[in-house]
Each structure stands twice: as C-alpha cells, then as structure tokens.
Antibody, heavy 120, light 106 residues
Framework: QVQLQESGPGLVKPSETLSLTCTVSGGSISGGFFFWNWVRKSAGKELEWIGRIFASGDTNYNPSLKSRVSISIDTSKNQFSLTLNSVTAADTAIYYC????????????WGQGALVTVSS | DIQLTQSPSFLSASVGDRITITCRASQGISSYLAWYQQRPGRAPRLLIYEASTLHSGVPSRFSGSGSGAAFTLTITSLQPEDFATYYCQQVHTYPVTFGPGTRVDV
C-alpha cells in the first residue's frame, strides 16, 4: 500500500521560502497513472489545492498562488517537492501531499500533513 | 473558481443514526465530486469519488448521490469511528476546490 510522508522545516520567517518534500513509499512515482498534489489547510479556512505534478514534470498550479509556487519531482528518489516564495503569516498551514488517480480524479492517498508556521 | 457549500456545517448525532450531508456547487460539475472524511490529527481519507463510487475498503454504510450541482453523502447506522469532519471536493474545473466541511459530533 502506497504511503506518503511530508518533511521540511516547521518554521519559516516572513518573506522567505517554504520548502517541503513528499516521499512516496510502497509504489513508484514514475508510473503514468497518478498526479502528485499539494494541498493545505489553514486554521479557519477551507482546504486549498496548491498544485500538482505528473511524472513527466508537467505541472498545474492554483492561479491564486501561481506567482509564488513551484512543484518539482525527483523520480530517482521517489519524491516530489513544493517551494513557496515570499511567505507571509497567511501561509501558515498544515501542508499535505496527496496522490490523485488519473482514472478517478480523486485523492486516494494522503500524507499525514506537515505544520508550517510563518513567523519571525 | 467553483464554490462549494455544505450543509449543515455541524451535525449532532448518535451511534446508529442515519445522517445526510449536502454539498452544492456554484455551477454544474456533472459527477466530478468526491467526499473525504477527516478525523482530528489525521489525513483526509477518500470515501466516494465520481459522486457515487465507493472507494476501495470503505464500508458500505457510506453512499453518495447526485449530479450537476447538488450532491449528498449518506451514512447509515453511524459508528463511533464515523464522528469526524466530512469534506466535498469538485474536480470538474481547475483549480480544484473543497467545501468548508461538515463536522459530525456526538
């Protein structure tokens, strides 16, 4: 059974860059059947889709974050990563990575989530 | 962006109850709707996709219905492990959006 695990700093200073990695185990990230997504949940706000990447490197981003976000993939390490630039307190959230089945268009596996706090 | 609303936002129930949660989209999304369960401190868990297809391993007491702009999630005979927050998600139009959640509590 595939498992996803987020990792990265839990504290980021305002105006700096947030970086998180999602490590996938129990399955290959290279297969062409899945998209690999980032989603976040801020306190008092709805779940927000950040973006996704395919094994080929093709990406889609939420327009609300597109100017600040980048998602990359490292198939040799079975990982994909998120960077978010110029963070503010509004970017404080639990960040989840999730696998999306191309055939089902739903997120069938999720990481446990990583809390990232933006504060000086 | 497509907006999703859920009702109720909070639901008080008891073990054995049948409950229904509604999700409405700001425009038609065909059947491109999924439902997730999230327990405190846990990751969301996929329950239903394509509005009515039960995800593998999900108990049959969960069911989904609807198409277009109105959808429902029904849980028959609520179990203790079902007390959680439930979210709908539309995958018809990017950006993907989620509903605000329905908290099911004792």
């Amino acid at each position: 059974q595939v498992q996803l695990q987020e990792s990265g700093p839990g504290l980021v200073k305002p105006s700096e860059t947030l970086s998180l990695t999602c490590t996938v185990s129990g399955g290959s990230i290279s297969g062409g059947f899945f998209f690999w997504n980032w989603v976040r949940k801020s306190a008092g706000k709805e779940l927000e889709w950040i973006g996704r990447i395919f094994a080929s490197g093709d990406t889609n981003y939420n327009p609300s974050l597109k100017s600040r976000v980048s998602i990359s993939i490292d198939t040799s390490k079975n990982q994909f990563s998120l960077t978010l630039n110029s963070v503010t307190a509004a970017d404080t959230a639990i960040y989840y990575c999730a696998r999306e089945a191309v055939s089902a268009a739903a997120y069938d596996s999720w990481g446990q989530g990583a809390l990232v706090t933006v504060s000086s | 962006d497509i907006q999703l609303t859920q009702s109720p936002s909070f639901l008080s129930a008891s073990v054995g109850d049948r409950i229904t949660i509604t999700c409405r989209a700001s425009q038609g999304i065909s059947s491109y709707l999924a439902w997730y369960q999230q327990r405190p401190g846990r990751a969301p868990r996929l329950l239903i996709y394509e509005a009515s297809t039960l995800h593998s391993g999900v108990p049959s007491r969960f069911s989904g219905s609807g198409s277009g702009a109105a959808f429902t999630l029904t849980i028959t005979s609520l179990q203790p492990e079902d007390f959680a927050t439930y979210y709908c998600q539309q995958v018809h139009t990017y950006p993907v959006t989620f509903g605000p959640g329905t908290r099911v509590d004792v």
